[in-house]
């Protein structure tokens, strides 16, 4: 391999790649994505396998730890989280600190990076003691984002936070959302349909190799920054619009469309006019010139979903006719434009009473376990080094200072 350093030392030669597209960073052992064939593997194994036999907490722990857990360690891992789950009453008084209006990806990042504090034998910022505490910090990390979620949506509607159940991962997080929704008033008891089809949305964001939020956790964790610093970092990249937030985009367009009485016909006319502003959003990616594997497996749970919960949406009636009018279009065909997995992801969400302005948190609440896992590769490196990209500097040459009084 090139050895860039010697190379930047000897010559002063320096790469630009423009948002590091063709850039690759660092070296990874968690997954692999062929974006011209559509192939997505966490740690060698298919996604299409673990959506189909795999759930979300045994995802995680095959990203995180590198290998699918046998019977005793996947109920250990299950029991760390169950211990982990509640967040402390000092933590929720920070909510009071936030207008009910807040936007649920600043809370979130607030509080993920606010747990250092309150944790602060599990974040040292030292990378040796760090990774001694590492399992407790990520089960952790894991569970009370999770918690977090569910008390975002409970401080945006006004109601008083429930506590947490001893009950499966998912359960949990529906139980926490959804349960008294008046003062003494029943307990949720989610129908098995939805907690599986939480499941398959949290397995399937679990990681997507070294996409903008996973690059700015490695990027802070490679300061020896603590693991909850680094995961707030990760959080408020994902709050972009351009990343975490397209599929609140998604459901916009398809509300608009519908709204309009359009089947999709017009839009589709209109989305390939090459206005960023009219785009079809959840089509095209930055690394699949394919189908999204993900979305493959989104789109048909989605029919099932719905089926199961007797829900006839019209959005996703819109959904498919764009979907069939863009694969025969040959717009769409030559620029390799095919659906993402943000494409369905917001239908699915919505069946299950989830609003639009909680989306980004439940992509958050699965990707951190790609974050964990890629900061603990980062961590875990004996010669690895600080990420410090260079530039390629554009501005003046050289100016003299000029006092105040002889400024024009
Ligand atoms: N609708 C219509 N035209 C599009 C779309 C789209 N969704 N996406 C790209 N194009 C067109 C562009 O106008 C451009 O056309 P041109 O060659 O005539 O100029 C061509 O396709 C290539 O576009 P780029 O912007 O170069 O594609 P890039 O790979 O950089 O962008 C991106 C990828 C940002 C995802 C883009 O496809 C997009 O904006 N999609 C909609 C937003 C979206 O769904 N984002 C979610 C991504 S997945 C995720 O973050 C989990």
Redesign the pocket.
Known sequence: AVDVRRLRAESGYICFDQGYGNTGSCESQITYIDGDAGILRHRGYPIEQLAEQSEFVETAYLVIYGELPNAAQRRAFGDLLRTHAEVEEPLQRIFEGFPRTAPPMTILASVVAALAAHHPELAANNFEKDLAVFDTAAAMAISKTRTLGAMIYRHRKGLPFVPSKDTTFCENFLHMMFSQKEPGGPDYLAEPEVVKALNLLLLLHAD?EQ?CSTAAVRMVGSSSANLFASLSAGVSALSGP???G?NT??MEMLQQIHDAGDDGSRFIEQ??S?S?ST????????VYRNF?PRAKIIGAACEKVLAKLGINDPLLDIARHLEQAALRDDY?LS?K?YP???FYSGIIMRALGIPVSLFTVIFAMGRTTGWIANWYEVASQPKGRIYRPRQVYTGPVKRDYVPMAARP
Not at 279 to 286: I, K, N, S, V, Y
Request: positive net charge; glycine residues 14%.
């Open positions: 997507h996409n351009l990343h975490g397209a985009a998604v989305a390939k090459g960023k785009r079809l959003m959840g089509f095209g990616h930055a999204d769409f620029r434009l993402n997995v943000d």
